[in-house]
């Protein structure tokens, strides 16, 4: 214990300053953010899927919010680094609404912008810190601590809601009905993004799954399905943009539906526990989180956004490919 | 609340998962032979009971206690919940006289597993051959390897939540369930452990750690030792009572039962009990024991006649001999951090280490040892009675509990023949001659326990455990007494609990093991029953039963 002690301690502390630096943070945005000038009409004719990745970014930040005030809760902040997450997925949640909302209003754009990177740096913090949990607890890495040591997979779901953020921000900025982002296609990037998010999601999911022994044969939807979106946004980031999509999205909307199903799922969990929903003041805490499936149905919008930039992209490329025919 | 009168009549039995629930029964003539006719439904009978059934016996069990609908009969309450113990009259003699009536008992439909610690781990294979492989006790007349399917079938039963990779054994199907998460407590052991190289693991435990039909995952409300009031503990009560009621077995609660009545031939042919004010009598094809190490024997010496003077399937004149306990000599430490040890099941980590190493040791026998989560009347009276603490010192102690971690082994003792279950001259209400139970510890016992002791504390030491201290008075389960073997001559029963002397009389439950090992029996009783069963079968199917 007496080397426990002093590390606690240690790791408290980085939890306070990273919860100083983010209040800074967003005193920081609040103040820079105040829009100066009567807010200009939106941009005519933004690219298809900047308001759904916007969108997009606000309910996976919507997810993060919930589960991470549940879990963290649940954790008793012991550790006052416990409250970041929850102010970065508010801001970030915030700047999506709005961004969607408004059609991206550019007075509010550098706080949105402010809010979508601080997420991203939260996310890779916070992952940090989740390893650090993991490993600080006897058997180390292994599958007990794993199943319930701080979950990997949650911080960088935060990380991901800030990277569309900040990519709908991008292409906001772009000279109007561009669909490059920093010269790359937008499309691609994006579509790329979230191979790698549904993939992580789907470990999450698995390894959560596992936990609870696929008790409920319904446990494997979410293992078999999104993989199959992880694998048609992984073909569409490197294949050349084509003009229609329409067997992934049609996949990518059921990802979509079964975010929601499976928090119905989730719901009929909490009411198999001791008291069922009568005692939803300790069986949401230790029942299967509600807010955690919708997080499909945010990376499957972000990926039905990065289609339409790739169909945009494709018709835009043709009269050229005519051309030069 | 009172369960003096029987539930189970009237072609109806308690639903143990509904408040005031029922469930059909069905009810079979007491003067028409079934098939069998088992004494005990804990995790031996019921075991048993549930197989034969789904088998197409037909099937009557007599239980002494009640039958318990646990969301509406069990409460919070370590003095209420002695219910759940078998505290009649017992004669206890010896050196070291076994303390009977409390966690090495069990009364009710479900047995002891009511209050088990839900601890299902197998048997090290070189158990069952442990003289002929490890130079001690008596060979089993059985092999690991053919008991491992049905240690299989049980775990699956029981929805075990086990580790994902168990450390010790051979290779092994994965558990139903995955592990729980380990409380402080178990958390101590963990970290001992592996500052001193040793392996750990979480506990393979009999609570489901995810809903199972009508269970609710474990909320780790720590009552597991008087009963569960959720249901999350997978008794025999909640898992395989339930399955022989649908497959057509009767259970009779509140009977007990006095004699076994064998015919001019020498074959038994149903049992006398007490039920509902008055003795009757239940014909059957066969008659199998399951009362465990006490109950048993006691149950063929009362049943003596002058066909079988010594009681039945006595030839041997075995019967009641040889009886064993686990030794749970516990070592305590305080911590500067809160453990809080009531939290969860009482044993959540495990290091089987001397188990499965033979090396480094002063004496035969093995033995694991648990985390440990008494919780506050049992560990004042631990406190009080093995420190001498009362009044102001006591409760200086006390104020201690929730900084208190330690370990308990379940320490292998020795099968030796004077330590023994005996009828006495006194009876009970019943009438029955009650048994004198006689046990001393060999001088191989002792070294094991201080073995077990020694580095029990060295385990708290290295987790930062300090104000250590011991103690040597704690058994835990009971075994042998009716143990199967190769041989008529020295053994009651052969490898299929059948006893050698009458064919058609079987023993089912912890009596029958000749050596006892160094883990938790429930689960190695449930795969003997199971095995048990299908054996029977075959008999049947060849005309041999």
């Not at chain 1, 004719?45 to 990745?53: D, S």
């Not at chain 1, 599958?143 to 779901?157: E, R």
Request: aromatic residues 10%.
């Amino acid at each position: 214990m007496s080397e426990r002690r002093p590390r606690d301690r240690a790791s408290k502390l980085l939890g306070a300053v990273a919860l100083g630096l983010s209040s800074a943070e967003m005193i920081e945005i609040a103040r820079r953010g105040a829009p100066q000038a009567p807010s200009a009409p939106p941009p005519p004719g933004p690219p298809a899927g900047k308001g759904m990745l916007q969108a997009s970014a606000a309910l996976l930040a919507a997810s993060v919010l919930v589960d991470s005030a549940i879990e963290h809760y649940r954790g008793s902040f012991r550790n006052p680094g416990m409250y970041v997450p929850l102010l970065s997925s508010t801001l970030a949640l915030l700047s999506g609404v709005e961004g969607a909302a408004t059609g991206s209003e550019p007075a509010w754009r550098p706080v949105r912008r402010s809010s979508y990177k601080m997420a991203v740096a939260v996310g890779a913090v916070g992952t940090a810190f989740h390893f650090y949990d993991i490993f600080r607890r006897p058997g180390g890495f292994g599958w007990l601590n794993l199943f319930y040591g701080a979950p990997l997979g949650a911080p960088p779901a935060l990380a991901v809601s800030g990277l569309l953020g900040l990519c709908a921000e991008e292409l906001q900025n772009a000279p109007d009905g561009s669909t490059k982002l920093r010269g790359f296609s937008a499309g691609r990037v994006i579509a790329a993004l979230n191979a790698v998010a549904f993939a992580g999601n789907v470990a999450e999911v698995a390894l959560l799954h596992f936990r609870g022994a696929f008790q409920n044969p319904f446990m494997w939807a979410p293992v078999a399905l999104p993989p199959v979106a992880s694998g048609l946004m992984a073909k569409a980031a490197v294949e050349p943009p084509a003009k229609s999509y329409p067997l992934t999205r049609i996949w990518l909307w059921l990802t979509t539906v079964l975010g929601f199903v499976g928090m119905g799922f989730h719901a009929y969990g909490v009411s198999r526990a001791m008291g069922g929903w009568r005692n939803w003041s300790q069986n949401v805490l230790d029942g299967p989180p509600l807010p955690a499936p919708p997080s499909f149905s945010a990376l499957s919008v972000a990926s039905l956004a990065a289609v339409g930039l790739l169909e945009e992209e494709a018709r835009d490329a043709l009269p050229e490919d005519k051309a030069a025919a | 609340m009172s369960f003096e009168r029987p539930r189970a009549t009237n072609g109806r039995a308690p639903d143990p998962f509904t408040i005031g629930g029922w469930t059909p029964m069905r009810e079979y003539a007491e003067g028409e032979p079934v098939d069998f006719l088992i004494v005990g439904a804990g995790a031996g009978g019921a075991t048993l009971a549930c197989k034969l059934a789904e088998k197409g016996f037909s099937v009557v069990v007599l239980e002494a206690g009640p039958f318990w609908r646990p969301l509406e009969d069990f409460a919070s309450d370590e003095l209420t919940q002695e219910v759940v113990y078998w505290i009649d009259d017992r004669i206890t003699a010896g050196d070291d006289p076994i303390e009977l009536g409390g966690n090495n008992s069990g009364r009710g439909v479900g047995g002891s597993t009511i209050h088990f610690s839900m601890i299902s781990l197998r048997f090290r294979p070189e158990w069952f051959k442990s003289r002929s492989k490890l130079g001690y006790g008596f060979d089993w007349p059985l092999s690991y390897e053919e008991l491992a399917p049905y240690y299989e079938e049980a775990e699956d039963a029981l929805k075990v939540s086990g580790p994902v990779n168990y450390p010790w054994g051979p290779p092994r199907r994965r558990y139903p369930y995955r592990p729980h998460p380990v409380n402080a407590a178990g958390l101590v052991l963990a970290r001992g452990a592996e500052r001193l190289g040793v392996k750990w693991a979480p506990i393979p435990l009999a609570t489901v750690s995810a809903p199972r039909g009508k269970s609710p995952p474990c909320v780790y409300r720590g009552f597991c030792n008087y009963g569960c009031s959720t249901n999350a503990k997978q008794s025999a009560l909640i898992t395989w009572i339930p399955r022989a009621l649908h497959a057509g077995a009767e259970i009779r609660d509140l009977a007990m039962a006095g004699r076994i009545e064998t015919d001019p031939k020498g074959r038994a042919q149903g049992v006398e009990y007490f039920r509902e004010g008055g003795w009757r009598f239940q014909r059957a094809k066969n008659v199998v024991v399951a009362g465990y190490a006490i109950e048993t024997p006691r149950l063929l010496l009362n049943s003596a006649c002058p066909r079988f003077p010594n009681g039945l399937a006595n030839g041997s004149g075995l019967v009641g001999t040889h009886l064993m306990t686990h030794a749970g000599p516990g070592a305590w430490a305080t911590f500067e951090e809160e453990i809080r040890w009531y939290k969860g099941p009482p044993n959540m980590a495990v290091t089987e280490h001397w188990n499965y190493t033979d090396e480094g040791k002063d004496f035969v026998g093995c033995y694991s040892f648990m985390s440990q989560g008494p919780l506050p009347m049992k560990w004042a009276q631990t406190v009080a009675t093995s420190r001498g603490f009362w009044g102001e010192e006591l409760q200086r102690e006390m104020r201690k509990y929730n900084h208190m971690a330690g370990f308990v082994p379940v320490a292998e003792t020795q099968p030796r023949q004077q330590n023994r279950v005996e009828l006495a001259d006194e009876k009970d209400r019943f009438g029955l001659r009650i048994p004198k139970v006689t046990f001393s510890y060999s001088d191989n016992d002792k070294r094991l326990q201080k073995h077990s002791v020694r580095f029990m504390c060295d385990v708290l030491d290295a987790a930062g455990g300090y104000d250590i201290w011991t103690n040597y008075q704690d058994t835990s389960h009971i075994l042998g007494t009716c143990r199967m073997g190769d041989n008529p001559e020295t053994s009651v029963v052969d490898g299929d609990g059948r006893s050698w002397d009458i064919p058609n009389l079987w023993i089912c439950d912890g009596s029958i093991f000749p050596t006892c090992g160094g883990v938790n029996p429930s689960l190695t009783i449930q795969a003997l029953a199971c095995r048990a069963a299908d054996r029977i079968q075959s008999l049947a199917a060849a005309g041999r039963l």
